[in-house]
T-cell receptor, first 115, second 111 residues
Framework: GAGVSQSPSNKVTEKGKDVELRCDPI?????LYWYRQSLGQGLEFLIY????????KSGLPSDRFSAERTGGSVSTLTIQRTQQEDSAVYLC?????????????FGEGSRLTVL | DQQVKQNSPSLSVQEGRISILNCDYT??????FLWYKKYPAEGPTFLIS?????DKNEDGRFTVFLNKSAKHLSLHIVPSQPGDSAVYFC??????????FGKGTRLSVIA
């Protein structure tokens, strides 16, 4: 596709359930990022993948959060035992550069609501 | 502790006038700054950037100014148009570290 694709666009789940969010980056982009935006907050960095390097997980808020990127392309963000404070829009972005100072291309986000 | 601060959550401007969106940062090691624009239900889109070696970058109606000594940058939109109504995020990075974003400023351009 032409842009970054995320699914699902909306997810409502019950507290304690696990959720998986998927990101399909722009073809050929080596870098992939996950951010989240909680209500009234800015974009909070979660995790960053660059090529075959070990991911930068420094932004993950707890060990309930994990992400993987298979084959250097599609990425899945998994949240285990969801809590109400996990409710947010989860945004995926990709970029072509090896550094982070390049332009990020964002998907439309996955809105997660934990009841 | 917020490293990138956008202290104005919202701004209203008359169509045709100048919009000035402000951003302050605390990390003096930031060397690259970007502005993103976000419409409802869409992801942020890149608008304009500036390297720390410059103090101004212009692209059409959009100009970003950087004052390193004050750790302040601003985005000027002139003339403002109704289609500019969106949330604007300021972002900064230090070398190859992830972009750090502010909380955003909602701009409303009134016709």
């Amino acid at each position: 596709g032409a842009g970054v694709s995320q699914s699902p666009s909306n997810k409502v789940t019950e507290k304690g359930k696990d959720v998986e969010l998927r990101c399909d980056p722009i073809s050929g982009h080596t870098a992939l990022y996950w951010y989240r935006q909680s209500l009234g907050q800015g974009l909070e960095f979660l995790i960053y993948f660059q090529g075959n390097s070990a991911p930068d997980k420094s932004g993950l808020p707890s060990d309930r959060f994990s992400a993987e990127r298979t084959g250097g392309s599609v990425s899945t963000l998994t949240i285990q035992r969801t809590q109400q404070e996990d409710s947010a829009v989860y945004l995926c972005a990709s970029s072509a550069g090896t550094g982070i100072t390049g332009e990020l291309f964002f998907g439309e986000g996955s809105r997660l609501t934990v009841l | 502790d917020q490293q990138v601060k956008q202290n104005s959550p919202s701004l209203s401007v008359q169509e045709g006038r100048i919009s000035i969106l402000n951003c302050d940062y605390t990390n003096s090691m930031f060397d690259y700054f970007l502005w993103y624009k976000k419409y409802p239900a869409e992801g942020p889109t890149f608008l304009i950037s500036i390297s720390s070696i410059k103090d101004k970058n212009e692209d059409g109606r959009f100009t970003v100014f950087l004052n390193k000594s004050a750790k302040h940058l601003s985005l000027h939109i002139v003339p403002s148009q109704p289609g500019d109504s969106a949330v604007y995020f300021c972002a900064a990075s230090e070398g190859n570290t992830p972009l750090v974003f502010g909380k955003g400023t909602r701009l409303s351009v009134i016709a």
